[in-house]
């Protein structure tokens, strides 16, 4: 931190002000008393606004270490690093302008000189924030200014670096699948998981053995101790690169309930014949931005082309499908249980279910069938209140899914890429699981976890390096 002007300035102008009080007044006070009482509020004055000084540098300083771990921790994503450094500083410093988008500066951090060098392999981050007289956000002095000082100037610095693991992978991003649990998770063995895929049990996560993983798979509970990966040995990809210790917690789960609320007074009590709301994905409304609304006041049986596109399904009891059912572009609430039958070459895209329980039976492609990573949204959405099943995939494929209920139970050998599921009970993957990643982050209609993102500072997701 620095003055408006030098130290031998302040004892110039104290002088000064001292020779000018001593020869024109006229009191009873002597030389003596009169400067010893000019000093000491000098001196009085000068700790009050030091004081003040130093609380708004380190105010400074706590607020720029915390926007450098958030840069860090987002590092792969340079933009959006930079603006979730600059809106938290903005609720740290009350909007002060201390620290702005120039501010922030991408770089390498080399731990064994302990220098940061611009640009380069970008591994970290460095953060400059200010308060001083050109970017009019100078300290404001109340006693100093008596002696010619109306502000004080302060400047700091903080580098916070991309945690690094074996490997070069990178720390524990989730763009290509997530599987979330707030309890236990595991997963059965001879799984292939290849891309930023995530599996995490906030209170543990154990696998099977065997099975290959590429180099940004990451498990992860709130305790390290809580991770156990068994029967996996590889040289290109150490066990210890796939542990990471952290806290990530459902989203649309705790939603669920309010969801359902809303969905069924817009759709059963206000008995609309259309929609246009922002309840549901846009992938079921017409151009217009409208759907059919089609209710009924018991269970359903859908045959098959009985399921039209742009049409949300409201059904006061269960609805089932026995199979031979192929649709996209629809939506379906049910205040019962939603069953899907098994069949040869069935697939679900672009569809909203919502229910109690849903039940899907095997063999059914959830998604495109081709080109799954030709799309930047996710295409299917299901929501149970309490159950999601989907039975075993025998080599059909679950593409750009969101899933959430309170119970998940996926089944075994799930093939495909770019899911999210969120389960609040223990949960068991089962095994042979085939899934790829397309190396982007799918766009949501609901709000998904933070991926990848710490929740606390005991994380390898970034660290101050400075």
């Given at each position: 931190m620095r003055r408006a002007t030098g130290q031998t300035g302040l004892l110039r102008k104290a002088r000064c002000q001292l020779r000018r009080f001593v020869w024109q007044t006229d009191g009873a006070g002597t030389a003596t008393s009169l400067f010893a009482i000019v000093g000491t509020l000098m001196i009085g004055g000068l700790a009050v606004d030091q004081a003040n000084g130093w609380r708004v540098?380190?105010?400074?300083?706590?607020?720029?270490?915390?926007?450098?771990?958030?840069?860090?921790?987002?590092?792969?994503?340079?933009?959006?690093?930079?603006?979730?450094?600059?809106?938290?500083?903005?609720?740290?410093?009350?909007?002060?302008?201390?620290?702005?988008?120039?501010?922030?500066?991408?770089?390498?951090?080399?731990?064994?000189?302990?220098e940061f060098i611009e640009g380069g392999v970008v591994n970290?981050?460095?953060?400059?924030?200010?308060?001083?007289?050109?970017?009019?956000?100078?300290?404001?002095?109340?006693?100093?200014?008596?002696?010619?000082?109306?502000?004080?100037?302060?400047?700091?610095?903080?580098?916070?670096?991309?945690?690094?693991?074996?490997?070069?992978?990178?720390?524990?991003?989730?763009?290509?699948?997530?599987?979330?649990?707030?309890?236990?998770?595991?997963?059965?063995?001879?799984?292939?998981?290849?891309?930023?895929?995530?599996?995490?049990g906030q209170n543990g996560v154990a696998t099977g053995g065997g099975g290959t993983m590429g180099p940004d798979v990451r498990f992860s509970a709130a305790n390290s101790n809580q991770i156990q990966i068994n029967g996996y040995e590889s040289d290109d990809v150490p066990v210890e690169q796939l542990m990471v210790e952290r806290s990530m917690r459902p989203t649309i789960l705790p939603e669920l309930d309010r969801m359902r609320s809303e969905l069924w007074a817009a759709l059963w009590t206000a008995n609309p014949s259309t929609y246009s709301g922002d309840l549901l994905p846009d992938f079921v409304f017409n151009a217009d931005g409208s759907a059919n609304v089609v209710r009924k006041n018991?269970?359903?049986?859908?045959?098959?082309?009985?399921?039209?596109?742009?049409?949300?399904?409201?059904?006061?009891?269960?609805?089932?499908?026995?199979?031979?059912?192929?649709?996209?572009?629809?939506?379906?609430?049910?205040?019962?249980?939603?069953?899907?039958?098994?069949?040869?070459?069935?697939?679900?895209?672009?569809?909203?279910?919502?229910?109690?329980?849903?039940?899907m039976s095997g063999g059914v492609t959830w998604g495109p069938r081709v080109d799954p990573c030709g799309r930047d949204d996710y295409s299917v959405y299901l929501f149970g209140t309490e159950s999601l099943s989907l039975g075993g995939w025998g080599g059909d494929n679950v593409n750009g899914v969101v899933g959430a209920a309170p119970n998940f139970v996926p089944g075994g050998a799930m093939k495909g890429s770019n899911v999210y599921f969120e389960s609040g009970s223990s949960t068991s993957l089962g095994g042979g699981m085939d899934i790829t990643g397309c190396d982007k982050r799918f766009k949501s209609e609901y709000a998904i976890a933070e991926m990848g993102v710490p929740e606390d500072s005991n994380v390898r997701g970034s660290y101050l390096a400075r």
């Amino acid at each position: 931190m620095r003055r408006a002007t030098g130290q031998t300035g302040l004892l110039r102008k104290a002088r000064c002000q001292l020779r000018r009080f001593v020869w024109q007044t006229d009191g009873a006070g002597t030389a003596t008393s009169l400067f010893a009482i000019v000093g000491t509020l000098m001196i009085g004055g000068l700790a009050v606004d030091q004081a003040n000084g130093w609380r708004v540098n380190t105010q400074l300083q706590v607020a720029a270490d915390a926007s450098a771990l958030v840069a860090a921790a987002h590092i792969s994503d340079p933009d959006r690093a930079r603006q979730m450094a600059v809106d938290l500083a903005a609720i740290n410093l009350g909007g002060s302008d201390a620290l702005t988008a120039q501010d922030i500066t991408f770089g390498t951090w080399d731990r064994t000189t302990d220098e940061f060098i611009e640009g380069g392999v970008v591994n970290a981050v460095r953060v400059n924030a200010s308060r001083g007289d050109q970017r009019g956000n100078a300290i404001s002095t109340h006693f100093l200014k008596f002696v010619g000082f109306d502000f004080l100037e302060t400047n700091v610095t903080a580098i916070a670096a991309a945690a690094q693991v074996p490997g070069g992978g990178r720390t524990a991003g989730c763009e290509d699948a997530a599987f979330i649990s707030s309890g236990n998770i595991q997963t059965g063995g001879g799984n292939n998981l290849q891309g930023a895929i995530c599996i995490h049990g906030q209170n543990g996560v154990a696998t099977g053995g065997g099975g290959t993983m590429g180099p940004d798979v990451r498990f992860s509970a709130a305790n390290s101790n809580q991770i156990q990966i068994n029967g996996y040995e590889s040289d290109d990809v150490p066990v210890e690169q796939l542990m990471v210790e952290r806290s990530m917690r459902p989203t649309i789960l705790p939603e669920l309930d309010r969801m359902r609320s809303e969905l069924w007074a817009a759709l059963w009590t206000a008995n609309p014949s259309t929609y246009s709301g922002d309840l549901l994905p846009d992938f079921v409304f017409n151009a217009d931005g409208s759907a059919n609304v089609v209710r009924k006041n018991e269970s359903w049986q859908f045959k098959q082309d009985e399921l039209q596109p742009n049409t949300i399904y409201v059904i006061n009891g269960d609805a089932s499908f026995p199979g031979l059912v192929d649709t996209s572009n629809v939506a379906l609430v049910a205040s019962g249980d939603i069953h899907v039958g098994g069949g040869y070459n069935l697939q679900f895209d672009k569809v909203f279910f919502f229910g109690r329980n849903l039940r899907m039976s095997g063999g059914v492609t959830w998604g495109p069938r081709v080109d799954p990573c030709g799309r930047d949204d996710y295409s299917v959405y299901l929501f149970g209140t309490e159950s999601l099943s989907l039975g075993g995939w025998g080599g059909d494929n679950v593409n750009g899914v969101v899933g959430a209920a309170p119970n998940f139970v996926p089944g075994g050998a799930m093939k495909g890429s770019n899911v999210y599921f969120e389960s609040g009970s223990s949960t068991s993957l089962g095994g042979g699981m085939d899934i790829t990643g397309c190396d982007k982050r799918f766009k949501s209609e609901y709000a998904i976890a933070e991926m990848g993102v710490p929740e606390d500072s005991n994380v390898r997701g970034s660290y101050l390096a400075r």
